[in-house]
């Protein structure tokens, strides 16, 4: 290999720049020169690229975002689309391409090896830690630190007043975010896509609670649960516990942005050289993972469609502690 592209698609996550560090300094040490795409797929297509070296990526290590930038591409979801980006990518000279990213940034990979010949490597970088084939996804930690910043701060003001906050967290369809921040910032309810959906059962659940409850009541919900989020669930929650000080909070993209971890930039430097180690043993259509403190390589067709289990004993521990 002479040459490698680096891109970051989908949703940003803290520690998609430490990858990107550790994709430009792993190729140099592997004698490979480096290619970076601006603004994801669409950068491929576009033909946005810059050249990278050690003094690019210096001071970077710190920031959150991406200082590639990450956009949708509706043309390459297309063959043809497709087939203009890896054309792009040859008359650069690239051998392989380096994507950071989560579900959709790998399915968009996978076409562009299979279609085109395009050796392509993934980095899992999404906070929602939703991929299988690694224990943390790059900006998972540094989200649930940002969201158990945030929900002990609501809890000082849930004291004070003695009300009932339904603080809404990221995970479109995985709970991690909402589970851990849960038991993190003693919840004393935790509503995940993956365990208790049903209205009925919210309900009693919390009626229980709310019985041995002489101060504050802090409900943490995941966003893709099936009750639609916090806004809907306190509508549902208004006929039967309206006579409690009910308050909605939705963290939202605040989970997203900060400087990563150290956890966050560890794995991501972990991650990113990784990535360049199986490209330089001539792998493709492959995600880096660590599990268990070890590197795991998994085929990324094996990622798709399979969302990575929630640990119902730490579901369990919450119910006990509450």
């Known amino acids: 290999m002479k040459k490698i592209a680096v891109l970051t698609s989908g949703g940003d996550a803290p520690g998609m720049n430490a990858a990107v560090r550790a994709v430009v ?19 491929l297509i576009e033909g946005d690229f810059k050249p990278m070296g050690h003094l690019d990526v210096s001071g970077i290590i710190q920031r959150g975002g991406t200082i590639l930038k990450s956009a949708r591409s509706e043309k390459f979801r297309e063959k ?11 008359n650069e000279g690239v051998d392989a391409l380096v ?4 579900d959709g940034t790998f399915r968009g990979g996978t076409l562009l090896s299979q279609e085109q010949g395009i050796n392509v490597v993934g980095v899992p970088g999404t906070i929602d830690n939703d991929l299988i084939g690694t224990d943390e996804t790059i900006g998972y930690d540094t989200a649930l630190n940002t969201a158990m910043e945030a929900i002990d701060k609501i809890r000082d003001t849930a004291d004070a007043h003695e009300r009932l906050f339904l603080v809404e967290v990221m995970g479109r369809d995985a709970g991690f975010i909402a589970l851990e921040t849960g038991i993190a910032c003693g ?13 009925k059962d919210i309900k009693q659940s919390l009626r229980d609670i709310l019985k041995e409850k002489s101060r504050s009541t802090l409900v943490v919900v995941s966003e893709g649960d099936e009750t639609g989020g916090a806004i809907k669930l306190s509508s549902e929650l208004e006929e039967d516990f309206g006579k409690y000080d009910m308050r909605v909070c939705i963290l939202g993209h605040v989970q997203r942005g ?5 956890h966050d930039r560890v794995l991501a430097s972990r991650l990113g050289y990784e990535a360049v180690h199986a490209i330089h043993n001539g792998m493709s259509e492959v995600m880096v993972g660590v599990i268990s403190n070890e590197v795991k390589i998994t085929p990324i067709a094996e990622t798709f469609g399979i969302i990575k289990k929630i640990n119902f004993e730490l579901y369990e521990l919450a119910k006990i502690l509450r």
């Open 80 to 90: 043809e689309g497709r087939a203009i980006a890896a054309q792009n990518l040859r």
């Open 258 to 262: 900060g400087s990563p971890t150290a």
């Open 187 to 199: 919840a004393e309810l935790i509503i995940l896509p993956e365990a208790l959906k049903n209205i």
């Open 99 to 102: 994507a950071i990213g989560g």
């Open 25 to 43: 300094r792993s190729s140099q040490y592997f004698g490979c020169e480096v290619l970076g795409v601006n603004f994801g797929y669409r950068g």
